[in-house]
């Protein structure tokens, strides 16, 4: 469904990917591991059309969108949650949710997005900034879904959580993912990523180091740890 081919990315004169190669299959869910400034969120913002200066493939649904803008790239069905969430605080909750929508019959809608988090509901009305982190990460996924996106872009949407609303988002995030929805998880994470991943691609300077399922990389623990110095 999405695939890089030797994709190389830049930020001015810095090279960031160098040759990264990764697919996210149909009704799957790939996860990218690796230490802060190893190339993560850079694959995403690539993928999306944050980065201009990049070379090599990005297909997605056999079409080569690497020269596209980032709202032509949306256009096509490919949805972000962002690092850091990147919510409108001054905007309500409701408000954040509609500004962007993309209404499919069928599709999201505030009342699917409200079943699937029911505290967006009851704080539909407050401004984004007044929620806590989990709340605000909650309107970040819920804000891509109105897109109704074919793929979901999620760039480390735990980040800075309690363990019980790392819990509660990555609950979420398996219901989707049971619910058929393609994604590629960026994470830091190991446990949490090995709970949802389908394949597990682990990026060290620009570089995607190992891929394999995640079953094998249980067995082989010490890869995870030579590159992602868990403690």
Request: hydrophobic letters at 40%.
């Amino acid at each position: 469904m999405l695939s890089l081919k030797d994709v190389h990315s830049y930020y001015g004169a810095s090279h960031i990917l160098q040759g990264v190669n990764l697919e996210v299959k149909k009704g799957s869910a790939a996860v990218l591991l690796g230490r802060n400034g190893m190339g993560k969120t850079t694959a995403i913002h690539s993928i999306i059309g944050f980065v201009t200066k990049k070379e090599g493939e990005i297909s997605f649904e056999g079409e080569n969108v690497i020269n596209l803008k980032s709202h032509q790239i949306a256009r096509k069905g490919i949805g972000i949650v962002p690092q850091g969430r990147r919510i409108f605080t001054n905007l309500s909750v409701k408000e954040n949710l509609t500004v962007f929508a993309n209404q499919e019959q069928g599709g999201w809608d505030l009342e699917k997005v409200y079943k699937l988090f029911p505290r967006l509901k009851e704080r539909e009305k407050s401004h984004a900034g007044n929620l806590s982190g989990g709340e605000q990460s909650m309107l970040s996924i819920g804000r891509a879904l109105m897109r109704n996106p074919k793929i979901l872009l999620l760039d480390e949407p735990t980040e800075g959580l309690s363990p019980l609303m790392v819990g509660e988002v990555m609950e979420v995030i398996v219901k989707l993912k049971e619910a058929g929805m393609s994604m590629l998880l960026v994470e830091q994470n190991i446990a949490t990523a090995l709970s949802i991943a389908d394949d597990v691609y682990i990026i060290n300077k620009g570089r995607i180091v190992y891929h394999d399922r995640p079953e094998e990389l249980k067995k082989n623990m010490d890869i995870a740890y030579h590159h992602l110095a868990i403690s």
